[in-house]
T-cell receptor, first 111, second 112 residues
């Protein structure tokens, strides 16, 4: 049973435009949320996080929004760059020790 | 500071064999977690070790086991390999903080 879902397997965006990646979860006890970025043949690298006490966290071009009532989070990348092309995973946890990952969204930024 | 090191990077095994994968965490990290990544399934949690004790376990059959040594290095073992075990196995280490999760590059296991 997938507790974290990324319903869009892929997304294509023009360079300079906004990329919006979505993630839904089912467990209302989740308090910690992460986004990871993964290039082929590499392990995922941490991108940005948010805890349940916030509804927004920003780091440069990356912003994560959390809507706890809807059990939904999203990652906004503005402006999108070709180097952002990768697979993005969202992850959630209630304890911070075991994270549940989504199936990933493959982002392609077209120059 | 060295990152998370996983060895070997690639492995080909035959059905029925067993395999051991190794993970050396970031120095000072006492928590090591293992994940299996397959196309369409994302990262599936296998187990987490903290100070040589298995603290969390995912929903995998008993053929998947692990251990952690006193220096925090961890090994994962899969016995009686099946074709469906072909995957990228990722190890992540943590210093105990919820956001201190760093992944290694993974071991690509192919079962033929």
């Amino acid at each position: 049973d997938q507790q974290v879902k990324q319903n869009s397997p892929s997304l294509s965006v023009q360079e300079g435009r906004i990329s919006i990646l979505n993630c839904d979860y089912t467990n209302s006890m989740f308090d910690y949320f992460l986004w990871y970025k993964k290039y082929p043949a590499e392990g995922p690298t941490f991108l940005i996080s948010i805890s349940s006490i916030k509804d927004k966290n920003e780091d440069g071009r990356f912003t994560v929004f959390l809507n706890k009532s809807a059990k939904h989070l999203s990652l906004h990348i503005v402006p999108s760059q070709p180097g952002d092309s990768a697979v993005y995973f969202c992850a959630a946890s209630d304890t911070g020790n075991q994270f549940y990952f989504g199936t990933g969204t493959s982002l392609t930024v077209i120059p | 500071k060295a990152g998370v090191t996983q060895t070997p990077r690639y492995l080909i095994k035959t059905r029925g064999q067993q395999v051991t994968l190794s993970c050396s965490p970031i120095s000072g990290h006492r928590s090591v977690s293992w994940y299996q990544q397959t196309p369409g399934q994302g990262l599936q949690f296998l187990f987490e070790y903290f100070s040589e004790t298995q603290r969390n376990k995912g929903n995998f059959p008993g053929r998947f086991s692990g251990r952690q040594f006193s220096n925090s290095r961890s090994e994962m073992n899969v016995s009686t390999l099946e074709l469906g075990d072909s995957a990228l196995y990722l190890c992540a280490s943590s210093d105990g903080q919820p956001y201190g999760y760093t992944f290694g590059s993974g071991t690509r296991l192919t079962v033929v």
